[in-house]
Structures are given as C-alpha cells and as structure tokens.
C-alpha cells in the first residue's frame, strides 16, 4: 500500500471501528431500558403499583445517565420523544391508570427499538 493512502486507510478503520462499538452499546443500552419496561409492566398487571413505579424510575435513571451520549450519537427528536414518554409512564404508574400505563411502555419499548435500530450498523443505515 502506498504512503499516502495508509492515514486514510487508518481514518476508515477508526471510523468502522467506533460504528461497530456504538451499534452493539446502543443494541445494549436499549435491551437493558427494554427490559426494565417489561419489568414494570408485568409489576403493573400484577397490581404493584409501587414497584411499576420504581421500576420505571429505575430504567428513568439509567437512561438520564446516558443523555449526553445519547445525543451526541443519535437523532435528538427521538431522545426527545422517548423521554417525555419516560414521564407519561411514570405519571400513568403513579395515577394506576392500567391502561395508559400498558400503552406507554409498549410504546416506549417500541421507540427504545427504533433508537438501537437507528445506530445498527447495516447496508440500509449506511445508504
């Protein structure tokens, strides 16, 4: 390989490199908040309404902790959108509004998906 093309060759694999690392973090970050939703959804069928709640404040938490990451690597509107759907299930936990409740973290569940989908590292992301 000549010279003069070994630092771009070294700025392309970099670049790769931290793509590949940001796909399998948000792929983890979001299983994780997922699952901390289905958590407090199945406490929520289950009439506990204390632990619906702490276990949304829980997963509030640790996606807060993650906000500035979350913005320098993702499309702000839908950190936005998922965080006001955060303190819609928290206030639907804390009213036990059964129904909304459910709602808002299926929907919230969905929009987590869509944010690990949009930093997946594949063909119809790069084009």
Known sequence: MKKGLLIPAALLAAILSFCLWNSAAMASHTARWREQLE?????AQAGDW?????AIRE????????????????NHGAVDSAEAMYRRALAFAESRED?????????????LR???EMEEFSVRNVL
């Open 39 to 43: 958590r407090a959804d199945r406490l």
């Open 114 to 116: 869509l944010l690990a």
């Open 59 to 74: 997963g509030y938490a640790a996606w807060s902790a993650r906000q500035a990451y979350l913005h320098i690597v993702t």
């Open 50 to 54: 204390d632990g619906a709640s702490a």
């Open 99 to 111: 129904s909304e409740l459910r709602a808002e973290l299926a929907e919230l569940r969905e929009q």
